[in-house]
């Protein structure tokens, strides 16, 4: 009778092992599926982000992603800035409206003259362009944003100085919820100008 008994414990306790096993093997095998799963779901979404939530953009040395930021614009660019002398900028700009790009500026009016040039540059290339309200002191904002994805804020007005010689630092913006903001900030502003 012992050796009855003790099979019958024996059997049970390899019976629960077994079930422990194959509880926790099935627990690997989702746990493992899962890891492959997420990795090839970053895999594939990677490329389609392509980047970081925020990539910083420091002057005198990446002056050029301003430029090439204003260059990604495929369906609207919106700038506000306060200092607007860049040809370089300016000509990003045009190129974007010829590409059938919708793009409003707004300028900041009193800045000793500096941005008469470039105002009236960018209007004679049908660039929707107004100066900023004198409802603020000043605008002093200085911000792009480009297709309602993404938004450049920071130190950078569109000056050569600025592209090519002060020490700026930027961030490009890859959030809705943030870039929401700036275009909502943007529409305000663009309503007050004149």
Known sequence: MKNSRDVTVVTLILSSESKIKRENMNKGVVFGSGLVLGIIICYFAYPLVGHSAVTPVF???DGQQVINFINSAQTSLDVEV???TSHDAALAIEKAK???VKVRV???????GSNDKIFGELLSSGIEVRWASKFYRLTHAKFIVVDGQAVLVGSHNLSNAALRQNREASVI?????VVSQFEKTFQTDWTLAS
């Open 59 to 61: 002057s005198p040395d």
């Open 82 to 84: 306060y200092v607007f």
């Open 98 to 100: 010829s590409r059938g």
């Open 106 to 112: 707004i300028l900041e009016p009193d800045v000793d």
């Open 173 to 177: 913006v890859y959030d809705s919820s």
